[in-house]
């Protein structure tokens, strides 16, 4: 057993991805905590994040954790998070902000050794098949055995990218993960705030594509599933128009200095001919217009994963492993 989990109290090495914008509210946090492993709920304003982490409680006793990305994270939601029992933090450079126990999501050796020199109590290693914004540059295998060589002997150390069966659950902890991480899994739940037409477009998705296309206020890479702006606009590489690519990247983390109110309006008017596209994914309560002109997060693992399902029965499924 982990350490880790251990000292948090979680049973199953098993652990639901924060998916930031509505995609991991407390339904389905809590519903993965209540069966045994670590729900997260993802980034949102930080009145969000307070309400959920108090939504999750009022659905289980058990632990839950916050994910906070990096570059849009101000004193405010690092105030919220401390309501969490784990915070995972994601992109960026690694500082410890909070007295809660804290786990940090890297792409690298380097990466992770920055982690651990500021305090991190375990680090995510990030494959590069794992869907949503993606730092990982190598499979999620080989920088967990890379992380393994590197860092202090028992230092906890979870795997994500590609897991999505209890196979793939053992593989990993048989490699010395702690814990599997998974995010495209859950995004395929019946918890998860993803619209019905965006999970059914994963059920029926094979292919990824690992781009910058939904980059405006957030140039970095994430790996989606094709919809009608990806085949607009990328070749078949997944690479964007230089001069798009020059023009988000002089965006810089601008979402970081708009309310979640203008990027709700900003999100709204994107439409397939005009590549000005954020990074927002369509949500339950979210505007139409982003299925075919907003970002559909998927790993690779997308193309095994046929079925929409009860978090609490997927945890299961795949703790049947451990
Ligand atoms: C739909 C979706 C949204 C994601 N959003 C976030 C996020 O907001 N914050 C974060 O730290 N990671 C996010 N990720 C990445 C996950 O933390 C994790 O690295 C990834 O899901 C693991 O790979 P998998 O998708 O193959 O399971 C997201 C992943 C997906 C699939």
Redesign the pocket.
């Known amino acids: 057993m982990s350490a880790l989990l251990d000292r948090l109290g979680v049973e199953l090495p098993v652990v639901q991805?924060?998916?930031?914008?509505g995609?991991?509210r407390a339904g389905l946090a809590a519903a993965v905590s209540e069966a045994g492993g670590l729900g997260t709920i993802?980034?949102v304003a930080a009145d969000g994040l307070r309400s959920e982490i108090a939504a999750a409680r009022e659905r289980t006793g058990r632990p839950v954790a916050v994910?906070l990305?990096l570059p849009f994270a101000r004193r405010e939601h690092w105030d919220a998070a401390a309501e969490a029992d784990v915070v995972?933090?994601?992109?960026g450079k690694p500082r410890r902000r909070t007295d809660r126990p804290w786990v940090h999501?890297v792409g690298s050796e380097r990466e992770a050794r920055a982690a651990v020199a500021a305090g991190a109590d375990g680090v995510?290693a990030?494959?590069v098949?794992?869907?949503?914004?993606?730092?990982?540059v190598v499979p999620?295998l080989e920088l967990l055995a890379l992380l393994r060589r590197a860092l202090p002997a028992g230092y906890p150390v979870l795997a994500?990218?590609?897991?999505?069966d209890r196979a793939d659950v053992a593989r990993v902890l048989d490699a010395g993960a702690d814990a599997a991480?998974?995010?495209?899994?859950?995004?395929m739940s019946d918890e998860?705030g993803?619209s019905a037409a965006y999970k059914q477009r994963l059920m029926e998705s094979r292919e990824t594509a690992l781009t910058r296309l939904f980059g405006m206020g957030w140039p970095a890479p994430h790996?989606v599933i094709w919809n009608e702006a990806t085949e607009r606009w990328l070749d078949r590489d997944g690479r964007i128009p230089r001069w798009l690519d020059a023009s988000q990247r002089l965006s810089g983390p601008l979402l970081a200095r708009l309310r979640m109110s203008a990027q709700a309006r900003v999100a709204a008017t994107q439409q397939v001919a005009r590549p000005f596209f954020g990074p927002f994914?369509p949500t339950t309560d979210g505007p139409r217009n982003l299925l075919d002109a907003g970002a559909l997060?998927?790993?690779?693992?997308?193309a095994r994963i046929h079925d929409i399902r009860p978090a609490a029965e997927i945890v299961r499924d795949l703790a049947r492993a451990a």
């Open positions: 991805a924060g998916m930031g914008g995609l991991a993802g980034f994910n990305l995972v933090t994601f992109w999501q995510i990030q494959g098949e794992a869907g949503g914004h993606v730092r990982g999620a994500a990218g590609g897991i999505a991480v998974l995010g495209t899994r859950f995004v998860a993803a790996r994914a997060y998927a790993g690779e693992s997308v």
